[in-house]
């Protein structure tokens, strides 16, 4: 398992997520090649997925739907998630991951 790349920008952290939507249940899969992988229930239409995509980081991360925002790629696999609130450390903590 490599390491979550992330960026730190204007007090709020950016990763890499990569999602795989219509699995079986909605989960935090691990990470690879410094993107986190997510896993998640709902199907790619009318932005269900993207809602799935941050009710999941929420509930992993302990915070409001509110401290979640796709920065890009609303409409690929490949997103660039903001989150407000959380520390380096403590975000990697939450996701069960060591500090680099």
């Given amino acids: ?3 979550l790349t992330i960026e730190s920008r204007a007090g709020a952290l950016r990763i890499r997520v990569k999602v795989k939507p219509r699995a079986s ?3 935090i899969v ?3 090649d410094g ?3 997510v896993a998640l229930a709902a199907p790619p239409v ?3 997925a993207n809602a799935e995509l941050i009710r999941t980081l929420a509930l992993a991360l ?3 739907k509110s401290a979640i925002e796709i920065v890009t ?3 690929s696999r490949s997103k660039l998630v903001q989150i ?4 380096a450390a403590e975000l990697l903590a939450k996701l069960g991951q060591t500090g680099p």
């Fill in 35 to 37: 993107s986190l992988d």
């Fill in 73 to 75: 790629g609303a409409g």
């Fill in 84 to 87: 407000t609130g959380l520390g």
């Fill in 30 to 32: 691990g990470v690879r």
């Fill in 25 to 27: 249940k909605s989960r």
């Fill in 62 to 64: 302990g915070c409001g």
């Fill in 46 to 48: 009318d932005g269900e």
């Fill in 1 to 3: 398992m490599t390491a």
